[in-house]
Each structure stands twice: as structure tokens, then as C-alpha cells.
């Protein structure tokens, strides 16, 4: 289908535009609309002209896969398109239903008048993207609604029902029901006696009033400083707006072309780009295509009543999902309960919730002591100790009990799912879903995909995370999956440097600098020092070779848990979340040197961040190599959402790209200088080698996954 078509309805012509999925104003759908109003304005038997989006939505705005190649600025550009559309002698009316949103808006703006579905959505979110809106939004919206209600709609980037406009030059009419049948009256009845009584209203002529302008934005731009430090685009929207009220049109346009040009080339805006396609193209499996089919889940089962399974109860809860909890002693089921009790209390005091729909959700749980209970549920997840004894006594259960075709899915963070699926007759029904904890908050959910998990259950459990608003990223079976064995880096890393001679606030006030959201000794402590320390003790059975520091071990000794238990890498107060310097640990530490002969050096941030960066890097370009991780964007997306790794800066792959393999696999060199710890580690993986010396990109390998899978 053409990306244009033009059909008449009396003295009006009808242009309707757009490819699938959004509309996205691509070169071919700009060229095309600039078409189809020419040959409307040559047809002197139009009058007017009603231009609306396909598929139920306007736009989603400019063609984002566009950015940084030619046919960005392909004329005509977006500034083209608004202009021809502004510029016509026949009036213009777009009929807008669904997401009208960025580029999109920025277009509807630049007609003469907007015939709104009162189910619309309307929003400019280049701000998540890094950017503003760069196509006459930052001029034209400050005129039609007034420079406050512009700043809220570009500062929040939220797409904002169209009601909210009702009444404003913005919407020249809300409407119910077929939006095209409301335009097309509107341009004859309003329209139309409108321009041919010389009144062609257009945004361009709107001066903006703002009486409180200087006041307003510097309110916001220190708010601006203060709550987005790492992101230029909202203080450039400020500047922008600024001009819009201060200048002329055409004088405020170029201000806005400068600053966008700016914004797109900025790291910042590259890595939110990155990420949203990231996330995106995580649900995208090579082997496994969207037609595979897939089990309805109607009803779950969740093993385990403890932080986590009740943290999954919740999550299977919040999407409407029955859940059966279930556990083997009374008391541990009743303390289940009562977390999934006070969670949804919890909702409602904070509003989230109305009573009534509380009592709803609370409805869908049913606890129970009884395997058999489970037996008709869709899918089981086990969420019980991390210890391969204890899955196999469970899975050896659920094989005998749970209906044929249920999906037996394990929360293991880290144990070799395929021997865990070895203890059913069934193992192509098995498969991974680790939840990060708080299960119910964090969005992450690793799909881990067993030789034998079949594509169907595999399909099934990430069509499931979707319906669970969550982003399964697909995991194969290693110890760690993805997230886990990169932390296991990082984590050494971490601690090489106490021994070294940094403190633990030091290394987390240098990772929070670089943008983690916590340092590792305070996310230790937050989730744990206990579950590390077990983890260290297998891996040190299991892997003898693997050097650790011991400087931990007076700690998990002193059973000092973390926050937990009131002290922990860090001393806590009880009711303060805030994490003290602790002389324990400091006297520890020291203790640790001098036991180890160490003499203590300083060492900087920059060190402290490139080994704990790089460190993820390396093991995740391995991780790359063995096919466990699909993309590097998806390891990128497991960091983003699964650790806090910054978003600004893309993901630990895509902050590689940034600084260029080269670059990294020099200074990793640099590092294999240092002779504690473990210098070997630093020997580039391979992948990453091969990128430094060819000038490739984790990008470019990305690029090249689709080939890679035919050819296998
Ligand atoms: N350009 C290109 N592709 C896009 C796109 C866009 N603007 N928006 C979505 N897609 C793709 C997306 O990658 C996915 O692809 C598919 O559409 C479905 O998306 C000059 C500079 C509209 C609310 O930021 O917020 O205009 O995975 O899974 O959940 O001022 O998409 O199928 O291959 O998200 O129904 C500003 C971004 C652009 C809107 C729909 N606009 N999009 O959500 O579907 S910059 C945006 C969204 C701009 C001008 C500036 C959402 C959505 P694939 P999806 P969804």
C-alpha cells in the first residue's frame, strides 16, 4: 500500500497516510503527503483538505530508524512537510484518533485546524530520546496552549488525552466516533467560511502571553538541574521555549534547529535511542518467529512463599493472573500471605489502589499446602532455596502432579537449568524465568532457554513477561545466565580494590558518580551480603581456579547480612535506610591487608570505574561469544533494567561502543599491569579483540545477528 492515498468526499479531500506499525513519518509517507496535497491544491474542484493517520493512530512522529542516515533530512524534511501543509491556501483539517505523538503532533500543529477524538492521545517524548521537538513543536505548542502547559507536555514526554486540551487553539474540536465523518463536516461547515472570510489560523501567528515567563523558567530549569543533571535535552527545551516567547517565529525556528542539531549528536541522546530499540528488539528471537504458537495462561502456581515467591504471587496478581502460592509448612505459607496481604494494603494507602479493587486482586490468591491443589494450573514457578537438592525433590513433584502441557519454570538465578529440567520426564516444558527482587517492581525477567525448553514454552514465557509487564530478555543456560555472571565480575573487581587500598564508600561513591544508581557494596547490602557469600562458596567449589579476595568473609563471619540486619558493608540505624562508614569494616579490611602483606595504595575514580565497567564489558563480549546472550543490546538491557546501570549512557556494550573497543582494549591492558588480584582476567574475549583490531562495534555485531542466525 501506498504510504498515501487521496479520496474525496464532496469538496474535500481525504489524504490518508501512514505504513504499519506507527505511522512514523519516514521519507516516502513526507514525500507522499507533500504529493497528495499538491494535487489537492491543482484540483480546483477541493475546497479543503482532512489529512489522518492510518491503523487507528495519527502518528508516533518522525521515523526514529531514520536518525543519523541521509533520509533524515531527505527533502522535504519535517520542517518541508509542516511548511507545505501551513503554507496552503486551502484549508487544512487533521482528523486525529490514537497515539498522535512527536514529529506527528508537530505536523498536526502546522495545520490549520485540529478535529480531535476524544480517545487521543497527544505527547511530545523526543525528551526520552534525548532530544526536543525538533520540527517546529518547541514554536508552535507555547503559542497554542501557553508556555506552561508546553513545558509539562515536553518535559514529560507523556503521551496526555486530548481532552486535556479541549477548548484551547489546539483542539479546534473534540469529537466522539468516526473522526474522519467529524473532520470532513467540520472543514465544510468551519473551515471553510472561515478562510474564505480571509481568517486562516495558524500557530505561527499565535504571540505567546506569558506574563510570569522569566519566573517560570527558571523555576525549571533549576528543577531541570537538579532532577535530570545527566540530561541536556530539558534545559535545551527551556531555551527553546525561552525563544518562543521572546522572538519571532522564523527567529525562534532556527533557535530550534541548533539546539536539536546539538541534541542528536550528543552521547546522551544516542544511548536513550539505543536503549529504546534495545528493549524493543529483546522480544525478537531469531529461531523462534512470532507466528510460533502459544499456551494460554489462565492460571499460575507459584512454589515457595518467601520474598521472591511472594514478590511473583504479586506480579502474577497485578496482571489478573489466579495464583495458587503454595508451601510446606503452615507458617511460612501464612507469612506469604500476609507479605501478599500488606503489599496490596499497602497500594491502597498509597492510593494506587480503591479498596475495592484490592479486595479483587487479593481474591485471585489462593494458598495452599497441597501439590495436588496445583495440578490445573498453566504454569508453576518454583521459587524456592537455590540449592540443586532441593529443585530436584520439587521438580520430581510438579513432573507427577501438574497437568500435561503446564510450563514447569524454575526462578534460579544462577543453577544449570538443563539439570534441573533432567529431573522431569517433560524438560521441553521447562524453562527459566528469574525475577529480580522485588519481583513485583523490578521489570526485568530472564527467560532462560534450556537445550530442551521447546520454542512453544519458550514463546509462551516471553508472550507471558508481556502480559506480566515485564521485558523477558532470553538467557541461555550458564552459571549466572547474563546479569549474574557479569555482577560475579564486577563484583571481584570490587573487592580486588578494598585489598587494594579503596574503602568501600569509595568504590560506591565512584560507581554512583559514573551514574550506577547504587555502588556494589551498597546494592550488597541491599540484596544480601548471605546470598553472595553462598554464591562465592559454590563458585569456589566449582570453579577452584577462580581467584577470589577474601576480604569478606570476618563479614559474613560477624553475620553482618546488610541492611537486613542492621549492619553490613555499612552500619544501619534502625528506621534509616542510610548506609554509615562502619570502622567494623574498616578495621577489617585492614586486618585483611596486613594478613595479606598488602600495603595500601590510592586509587582513583577512574580506575575504581574502569575496572568495574570494564569488568562487565569483558565478561559480557564472552557471554556475546558462547550464544548465551542473543545481542549486546540485550545484555545492554539485562544492565539498564536489571542493575542500575545508568540509562544515559546506553548499557555497559553500548558504553564500550561509545568509548571504542580500541580505546577499552588498550586500557584493559593498562590494567593487566596491576598484578593483584587476578590479571589474567584482563585478556580482551576474544569478540572484543576482534572488534578493537577490525574498528567494529558491539553495534555492528549486533547488526550482523541476523545473518548470523540464517547461516546457522
Ligand atoms: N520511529 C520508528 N519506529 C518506531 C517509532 C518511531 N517513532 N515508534 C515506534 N516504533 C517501532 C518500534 O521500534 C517497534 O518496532 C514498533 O514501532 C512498535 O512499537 C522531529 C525528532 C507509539 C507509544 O518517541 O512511544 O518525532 O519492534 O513496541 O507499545 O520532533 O512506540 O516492531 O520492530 O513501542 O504500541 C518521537 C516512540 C520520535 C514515540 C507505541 N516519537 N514510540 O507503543 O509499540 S522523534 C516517539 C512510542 C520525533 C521530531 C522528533 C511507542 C508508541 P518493532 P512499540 P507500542
Known amino acids: 500500500m501506498t504510504p498515501v492515498t487521496s479520496t474525496r468526499e464532496g469538496a474535500v479531500a481525504v489524504l490518508a497516510f501512514g505504513e504499519p506499525p506507527v505511522n512514523s513519518l519516514g521519507f516516502a509517507t513526507r514525500a507522499g503527503l507533500v504529493q497528495a496535497l499538491q494535487a489537492a491544491l491543482d484540483d480546483p474542484a477541493v475546497e479543503a483538505v482532512v489529512v489522518v493517520g492510518r491503523h487507528g493512530l495519527f502518528s508516533a512522529g518522525a521515523d526514529i530508524k531514520e536518525f543519523g542516515t541521509p533520509l533524515m533530512v531527505k527533502a522535504p524534511n519535517l520542517h518541508d512537510l509542516n511548511a507545505a501543509f501551513e503554507a496552503s491556501p486551502k484549508p487544512v483539517v487533521a482528523a486525529i484518533d490514537?497515539?498522535?505523538?512527536?514529529?506527528?503532533?508537530?505536523?498536526?500543529?502546522?495545520?490549520?485546524?485540529?478535529?480531535?477524538?476524544?480517545?487521543?492521545?497527544?505527547?511530545?517524548?523526543?525528551?526520552?530520546?534525548?532530544?526536543?521537538?525538533?520540527?517546529?513543536?518547541?514554536?508552535?505548542?507555547?503559542?497554542?496552549?501557553?508556555?506552561?502547559?508546553?513545558?509539562?507536555?515536553?518535559?514529560?514526554?507523556?503521551?496526555?488525552?486530548?481532552?486535556?486540551?479541549?477548548?484551547?487553539?489546539?483542539?479546534?474540536?473534540?469529537?466522539?466516533?468516526?473522526?474522519?465523518?467529524?473532520?470532513?463536516?467540520?472543514?465544510?461547515?468551519?473551515?471553510?467560511?472561515?478562510a474564505q472570510a480571509g481568517r486562516m489560523p495558524k500557530a505561527r501567528d499565535i504571540r505567546v502571553r506569558e506574563p510570569n515567563l522569566e519566573g517560570l523558567l527558571g523555576f525549571a530549569r533549576n528543577a531541570a538541574k537538579t532532577a535530570f543533571a545527566a540530561y541536556p535535552a530539558p534545559l535545551r527545551i527551556l531555551d527553546a521555549v525561552q525563544a518562543a516567547a521572546t522572538r519571532r517565529f522564523e527567529e525562534g525556528l532556527a533557535v530550534e534547529k541548533q539546539l536539536f542539531a546539538e541534541l542528536l549528536l550528543s552521547p546522551v541522546s544516542s544511548a536513550l535511542r539505543h536503549a529504546f530499540f534495545a528493549e524493543r528488539a529483546t522480544q525478537k528471537i531469531p529461531d523462534v518467529p512470532e507466528s510460533t504458537p502459544t499456551r494460554e495462561i489462565r492460571s499460575c502456581a507459584v512454589i515457595g512463599a518467601g520474598t521472591m515467591g511472594s514478590g511473583i504471587a504479586i506480579t502474577f496478581m497485578n496482571a489478573g493472573i489466579p495464583v495458587h502460592l503454595l508451601e510446606v509448612k503452615q507458617e511460612a505459607l501464612d507469612a506469604g500471605v500476609a507479605r501478599v496481604r500488606d503489599y496490596f494494603e499497602g497500594q491502597v494507602k498509597k492510593g494506587r489502589l480503591k479498596p475495592g479493587q484490592a479486595l479483587e486482586k487479593a481474591g485471585l490468591l489462593t494458598p495452599t499446602l497441597k501439590y495436588e491443589d496445583l495440578a490445573q494450573c498453566d504454569v508453576v514457578v518454583e521459587a524456592v532455596f537455590e540449592e540443586l537438592g532441593v529443585k530436584e525433590k520439587v521438580f520430581g513433584t510438579l513432573d507427577r502432579v501438574m497437568k500435561p502441557g503446564a510450563i514447569l519454570a524454575s526462578n534460579t538465578s544462577t543453577l544449570d537449568l538443563d539439570r534441573i529440567a533432567a529431573f522431569t520426564k517433560r524438560p521441553a516444558d521447562v524453562i527459566g524465568m528469574h525475577f529480580f527482587s522485588p519481583a513485583n517492581v523490578m521489570r526485568l525477567l530472564e527467560v532462560v532457554r534450556g537445550k530442551a525448553t521447546s520454542k512453544e514454552v519458550l514463546a509462551s514465557t516471553i508472550a507471558l513477561a508481556r502480559?506480566?509487564?515485564?521485558?523477558?530478555?532470553?538467557?541461555?543456560?550458564?552459571?549466572?545466565?547474563?546479569?549474574?555472571?557479569?555482577?560475579?565480575?564486577?563484583?571481584?573487581?570490587?573487592?580486588?580494590?578494598?585489598?587494594?587500598?579503596?574503602?568501600?564508600?569509595?568504590?560506591?561513591?565512584?560507581?554512583?558518580?559514573?551514574?550506577?544508581?547504587?555502588?556494589?557494596?551498597?546494592?550488597?547490602?541491599?540484596?544480601?551480603?548471605?546470598?553472595?557469600?553462598?554464591?562465592?562458596?559454590?563458585?569456589?567449589?566449582?570453579?577452584?581456579?577462580?581467584?577470589?579476595?577474601?576480604?569478606?568473609?570476618?563479614?559474613?563471619?560477624a553475620k553482618r547480612w546488610g541492611q537486613k540486619a542492621g549492619a553490613g558493608w555499612y552500619d544501619y540505624r534502625p528506621g534509616d535506610r542510610t548506609a554509615y562508614p562502619s570502622p567494623f569494616v574498616a578495621k577489617m579490611i585492614e586486618d585483611y591487608r596486613a594478613s595479606k602483606g598488602l600495603k595500601p595504595r590510592r586509587l582513583d575514580d577512574r580506575e575504581i570505574v574502569d575496572r568495574l565497567v570494564y569488568a562487565l564489558v569483558n565478561e559480557g563480549a564472552k557471554i556475546l561469544e558462547e550464544g548465551i546472550a542473543l545481542r549486546a543490546s540485550d545484555v545492554d538491557i539485562v544492565y539498564l533494567m536489571g542493575y542500575g546501570f545508568p540509562v544515559y549512557r546506553g548499557g555497559p556494550m553500548h558504553y564500550a561502543d561509545e568509548v571504542g573497543p580500541y580505546q577499552v582494549v588498550l586500557r584493559m591492558r593498562d590494567l593487566a599491569r596491576n598484578p593483584y588480584g587476578d590479571p589474567g582476567f584482563w585478556q580482551p574475549a576474544p569478540l572484543l579483540a576482534k572488534l578493537a583490531q577490525e574498528g567494529g562495534s558491539f553495534a555492528a555485531y549486533d547488526a550482523g545477528l541476523a545473518k548470523r542466525a540464517q547461516a546457522a
Open 98 to 194: 490514537g497515539n498522535c505523538l512527536g514529529g506527528g503532533l508537530e505536523f498536526a500543529m502546522s495545520c490549520h485546524f485540529r478535529v480531535v477524538s476524544e480517545n487521543a492521545k497527544l505527547g511530545l517524548p523526543e525528551v526520552k530520546l534525548g532530544l526536543l521537538p525538533g520540527a517546529g513543536g518547541t514554536q508552535r505548542l507555547p503559542r497554542l496552549i501557553g508556555v506552561e502547559g508546553a513545558l509539562n507536555v515536553m518535559l514529560g514526554g507523556e503521551p496526555l488525552p486530548a481532552r486535556l486540551f479541549a477548548g484551547s487553539p489546539l483542539v479546534s474540536a473534540l469529537v466522539a466516533g468516526d473522526v474522519v465523518k467529524a473532520a470532513v463536516e467540520f472543514a465544510t461547515a468551519q473551515a471553510l467560511p472561515a
Open 467 to 557: 502480559k506480566l509487564r515485564k521485558t523477558g530478555v532470553v538467557s541461555g543456560v550458564c552459571d549466572g545466565f547474563i546479569g549474574n555472571r557479569m555482577i560475579e565480575q564486577y563484583s571481584r573487581q570490587a573487592l580486588f580494590m578494598l585489598d587494594e587500598g579503596a574503602s568501600p564508600e569509595q568504590v560506591d561513591q565512584a560507581a554512583e558518580k559514573f551514574g550506577f544508581m547504587m555502588g556494589p557494596f551498597r546494592m550488597s547490602d541491599l540484596a544480601g551480603n548471605d546470598i553472595s557469600a553462598h554464591i562465592r562458596e559454590r563458585r569456589a567449589k566449582e570453579q577452584p581456579d577462580l581467584v577470589y579476595s577474601k576480604v569478606a568473609d570476618p563479614l559474613v563471619a
